[in-house]
Every structure is written in structure tokens, then in C-alpha cells.
């Protein structure tokens, strides 16, 4: 496929991305910080689109966007928002933060400068057509598939998160 | 000016999808035939559900708007216009405001993909189903955050309702899904797919619909997303963030006016997504029925004059009620324009009939027919079903559905595994 207007649709996808950010951590009413990451999170799906992976954007919209998101506004929505947007911050953390904002500030800088000798000239991609199919076979085929075991692990994980949330909120099983 | 023509001439030679072929033009045509297409199907769902509900309670249904009420929609769109919008004193102005636009931009986003045949779709996604289970998931985004900004009891309720609901049935759905993809991965490669289109033509090329695979185990998927499916869209019997005997009108009780019609028009265009989901997985899209059966020149032109005959009989059914009309005066201009509708249909129906417009159409006729089909049963899931409670609802989904869904899946896969196998050595040993 053609791409059509790619800058356009880049810089377009990266200001909602920006503004959404900032948005998150600005405002004081919880339900409008997290509708803006959700915004943030749908921008962030077309960018991975944008970069020929559209099984990572589908997952983004599916988990992040449609899943987590709505259980985060579900928990939100149940909290007192008049309490909420008079409260103070109360955390001492602005030191911390600051130092870890200039780590990244400064990581950026460099990518950006350094760019081009950094990363290899010619990067590797998927064919579009065939992108869920080439992320299965690197995942799980016999013979270059070698993540098998490493995503089995992981669904371990949130197993043991599942039954432990079972075990917690149930007084009697 | 010639380049421009040459451009737009150089899609019509392609066998893909405009999306496809990276047609920006026809994309923009497509995208606007599938947006008009929708509204006119969301209109002709208004005037048909109360109707159908009408005569299922031996009711007559609209019958004052035009000839037995055909224009009532038209009324009703004008009147929704024309009502006060009112917003509460204390809602957040902002997401009230948002809400509606969120539920109508997720419900019309999945019709991006929608194969109405191999080459009549906007685009055809590598990720075609996840894109569609997506951006339809995200709908439950707007009526949460509807029912939180009214500020009120009753909607923040039916939010709640409604979100346990569709993120509860999800899974099921989500597994009924999973086993379908494993049955399009059962060919040559042992690759499956994700696109839309894909998915159809796994079952053009497997001989038979997903529905009838391995039976019973593709109906029994099928049956998982049918009652998923009327879940999700909030529908009857599973209309609990609805209930007005309890909820007054849920997620939308304080929503008057335009803002009100978005969500009704999002309900519907939604209910169209997911018929069509369901169609595109179990019920081979865009194939017509009996492709090897009945297969042959003769019984391809025999399918092919459907879509033509379909109209005439409708507009057959219009000219037969204009002259059961009553001959009273006061009529005469509801008979004419009930005979001027059928003669219309009537005229559709013959342009149907040319051989290049029934060979482009037959694929779209096919797939409409099959969603209809679904329209027609959810108004009667809706004329029928009396209301579950929301624990009955809960126990359907986490305690029927799911556990079906997990044993489904796998049995398909093991099905899918031992199909060749058992083949061999039923041939060795008969």
C-alpha cells in the first residue's frame, strides 16, 4: 500500500500525542486526565500503524485504550471528584522527577543527534500484508521462533495475578 | 487534468480494495457510499423495528406519517432536531459534550473494514477482526463517560451496568473469535488470518461456512457471539443499562435531542457492525448460498437475479397495498405516493436485472441479506425475550458462555489437529 500524506499524519498523530500527555498531568479532575491518555494511548495506536505494525496498534487499541482505560475511569468514577480536584498534591517527589526528566531530556538529545550512526541504516520491516503472521512466527516457530518460552512465562504471570485478585477479594473460596 | 482522470481511472482495473490499492479517491467514495448506505439502514431499522414490534403485538405501529408510516423516521429525525437540548446544571460540561461523539466515531470507525465482497471494502487489515473487536470495544468509553457526566443517579447506574456488560461479554466473544481464526489457519501453509477478507475467502476455499465446520462445534461458537452479540450492543433481553422500569433510560436519561439521536443512531450502526462480524465469521460473507451444491453457469445466473427479484416483490407488496388502500379522498395522496414508492423500488429492481450491475452487486446483495436477516432477529429477541436480571446476566456470561467459549477453542484446535490424520486412516481403512 501507498502511504499517503505521511508527515502530515505524523506530526498530526504526535502533536494529539503531546497535548494529550501534557493534558494527563495538568488537569486536576481525574476523569479528564485519563480521557486524555486515552487520547494519548489512540494516537499512539496510529503511530505504530504508521510504523508497518499494525498488530502492535490493534493490541494498543484493544488493550490499552478499550481494556485498562475503561477500568481506570470505572474506579474514577466512583471516587468523590469534588474531594479530589480541592486536594493539594501532598507528594515531595518534584527533585526526583526533575532528575529523571533531565535523564530523558538528555537521552533524546542524543538519539536526536546521534542518530544515524546510533541505529543501522536500513531497518528491518515487516510486510504489512503478512505483519501478524511474521510476529507469530518469530513468537512461536519451530524453527526462528524463540520467545515461546519467554511468553508462557509471562501468561504465568498473570495467572498468579488473576488468582491472587480471586484470593483478595473473596473472603471465603 | 488528465493525470487526475488517468488516476481515478487506474483504480477500476485493480482486483482490491481502494484501501488496498491506495486509491485516495475511491477510498473517499467508498468511505462516503458506506456512510449514506448506513444512515439509510439505520432509517429503514427505525421505521421496521416498530413496525415488526407493532405486528408482533397485534398493533398497527406508525400508520399516520405517510403510507403505513414510512415517513415517520423523516418526523421523528425533525423532531429530535428541533427538541431543546437540555444538559443538567451540574454535568461536566465537556464530556457530556464528548460522550455521544465518542459512542458514534467507535460505531462507525469498525465499517472501515467490513468486506461487503472481495473487492467492495474501504480496506482490508492485516488485523481486520482485532481492528473491529477494538475500535467497537472503545463504544463502551462514551456511554461510561455519558452516564459519569449527566451527574446524576440513574445514568451513572446504567454506566456501571452497562460496562460490567460489555467488558464481561467481551471475553466470551473474544473466545468464540479465537476459534474461528484457528479455522482459518487449517489449509496448505497452516497459516490463519486476521483480515476480514481473508476470513471469508478461508471459507471459500475450505468448501464450506465457518457455522457448519466441524459440527457442532462451529455453531456452538456461532450461537456463544450471537448471545455476546446482543449484549454488547445493549439490546433486548440483555437491555439492562436501559431498563426503563428500573433505570428510567440509563446511560441516557439526561440526553435530550441531537445529542440523544447520536446515540441512537450509534446503537444501530453498531448492532449493523456486529452482524456483520458475525456474518463475515460463520456465515462466509459475501458467498452466496450453495456455491458447490448448486454451482454451474445456470445457477450462478439464477443467484445473480436475487438481488432484482427482491426489489420487484417489494415493490409488488407497495403497488398491492396502495390498492388496499381505502378509496376515500382524503387518501388518494398516500395511495399515490405508495404506488410512486413501489414503482421506484420496481425501477431499482430492473436496473438490477442489467448483466454489469447484477454481476457487481450479487457479493453486496448477499452480505446486506445476511445482516438483515440478524436485524430481523434482534426486533425479535426484542418482541419475545422477557428482560434478565443483572445477576442472571453476570451468570450467563462468566458462568456458561466463557467456560463453552474455553472448551470451544480448544476442541477446535484438537479437531483442526486430528482432521487429517483421522482422513488418512479412514482411507486406509475403508
Given at each position: 500500500m501507498m502511504p499517503v500524506a505521511t508527515p502530515f499524519f505524523f506530526y498530526l498523530l504526535s502533536a494529539t500525542m503531546i497535548i494529550g500527555g501534557v493534558l494527563v498531568i495538568t488537569r486536576r479532575n481525574a476523569v479528564h486526565s485519563a480521557m486524555a491518555l486515552i487520547t494519548a494511548l489512540l494516537a499512539q495506536a496510529g503511530i505504530y500503524l504508521m510504523l508497518y505494525a499494525p498488530f502492535v496498534a490493534g493490541v494498543q487499541i484493544i488493550l490499552y485504550a478499550g481494556g485498562i482505560m475503561?477500568?481506570?475511569?470505572?474506579?474514577?468514577m466512583l471516587i468523590s471528584i469534588e474531594r479530589t480536584v480541592k486536594e493539594r498534591q501532598f507528594n515531595k517527589q518534584w527533585l526526583v522527577g526533575i532528575a529523571a526528566a533531565a535523564a530523558l531530556g538528555g537521552?533524546?538529545?542524543?538519539v536526536y543527534t546521534k542518530g544515524k550512526s546510533l541505529f543501522p541504516e536500513g531497518r528491518v520491516t515487516y510486510g504489512e500484508g503478512q505483519n501478524v503472521q511474521d510476529v507469530a512466527a518469530l513468537l512461536y516457530d519451530q524453527h526462528q521462533g524463540m520467545y515461546m518460552f519467554s511468553f508462557e512465562i509471562a501468561s504465568l504471570l498473570l495467572l498468579v495475578a488473576i488468582i491472587g485478585a480471586v484470593v483478595m477479594a473473596k473472603k471465603r473460596i | 487534468m488528465r493525470e487526475v482522470i488517468d488516476y481515478i481511472q487506474s483504480y477500476l482495473s485493480s482486483d482490491q480494495t481502494p484501501g488496498a490499492a491506495g486509491n485516495w479517491f475511491w477510498a473517499t467514495v467508498y468511505v462516503l457510499l458506506v456512510f449514506v448506505g448506513l444512515s439509510i439502514a439505520v432509517i429503514a431499522m427505525n421505521w421496521l423495528e416498530r413496525k415488526?414490534?407493532?405486528?408482533?403485538?397485534?398493533?398497527?405501529?406508525p400508520m399516520r406519517v405517510g403510507p403505513h408510516g414510512l415517513l415517520q423516521p423523516i418526523a421523528d429525525a425533525l423532531k429530535l432536531l428541533l427538541k431543546e437540548d437540555i444538559m443538567p446544571a451540574e454535568a461536566d460540561a465537556v464530556v457530556f459534550?464528548?460522550?455521544?461523539?465518542?459512542?458514534?466515531?467507535?460505531?462507525?470507525?469498525v465499517f472501515v473494514v467490513v468486506p461487503f465482497g472481495p473487492t467492495h471494502a474501504i480496506t482490508d487489515m492485516n488485523i481486520g477482526i482485532l481492528f473491529m473487536l477494538g475500535v467497537s470495544s472503545l463504544s463502551v468509553l462514551g456511554i461510561v463517560t455519558a452516564g459519569?457526566?449527566?451527574n446524576s443517579h440513574y445514568p451513572l447506574i446504567g454506566a456501571l451496568r452497562s460496562s460490567a456488560q460489555m467488558v464481561s461479554y467481551e471475553v466470551a466473544m473474544g473466545l468464540a473469535v479465537v476459534s474461528v481464526i484457528v479455522m482459518t489457519?487449517?489449509?496448505?501453509?497452516g497459516t490463519g488470518t486476521l483480515s476480514m477478507i481473508g476470513i471469508v475467502q478461508a471459507q471459500q476455499a475450505q468448501h464450506t461456512w465457518f457455522v457448519f465446520k466441524f459440527f457442532p462445534l462451529g455453531l456452538v461458537g456461532f450461537f456463544i457471539f450471537a448471545v455476546a452479540m446482543v449484549a454488547e450492543t445493549n439490546r433486548a433481553p440483555f437491555d439492562l443499562p436501559e431498563a426503563e422500569s428500573e433505570l428510567t433510560a440509563g446511560f441516557h436519561t439526561e440526553y435530550s435531542g441531537f445529542r440523544w439521536s447520536l446515540f441512537f443512531l450509534a446503537e444501530y450502526s453498531a448492532m449493523i457492525a456486529v452482524s456483520s462480524i458475525a456474518v463475515t465469521l460463520w456465515l462466509g460473507g459475501w458467498l452466496r448460498p450453495f456455491p458447490d451444491a448448486l454451482s454451474g453457469p445456470t445457477w450462478d445466473l439464477v443467484f445473480s437475479l436475487f438481488p432484482g427479484i427482491?426489489?420487484?416483490?417489494?415493490?409488488?407488496m407497495c403497488f398491492y397495498n396502495a390498492a388496499r388502500m381505502p378509496k376515500h379522498p382524503l387518501f388518494r395522496i398516500q395511495t399515490i405516493g405508495l404506488a410512486g414508492f413501489g414503482a421506484v423500488l420496481a425501477l431499482i429492481g430492473l436496473v438490477l436485472f442489467a448483466p454489469p450491475v447484477r454481476d457487481r452487486v450479487g457479493d453486496i446483495f448477499w452480505f446486506a441479506a445476511k445482516v438483515a436477516a440478524f436485524m430481523y432477529l434482534y426486533i425479535w429477541y426484542r418482541g419475545t425475550f422477557p428482560r434478565y436480571r443483572f445477576d442472571q446476566l453476570?451468570?450467563?456470561g462468566w458462568k456458561i458462555l466463557l467456560p463453552t467459549g474455553l472448551v470451544l477453542l480448544i476442541l477446535t484446535a484438537g479437531a483442526g489437529f486430528l482432521e487429517e490424520p483421522v482422513k488418512e486412516w479412514l482411507k486406509r481403512v475403508l
Open positions: 475503561v477500568l481506570f475511569l470505572f474506579v474514577i537521552l533524546f538529545i542524543a | 415488526i414490534l407493532a405486528h408482533m403485538q397485534v398493533r398497527l405501529g459534550w464528548i460522550a455521544p461523539f465518542i459512542v458514534v466515531l467507535a460505531a462507525f470507525t459519569w457526566a449527566s489457519s487449517l489449509n496448505a501453509e427482491t426489489f420487484l416483490l417489494l415493490g409488488a453476570m451468570k450467563v
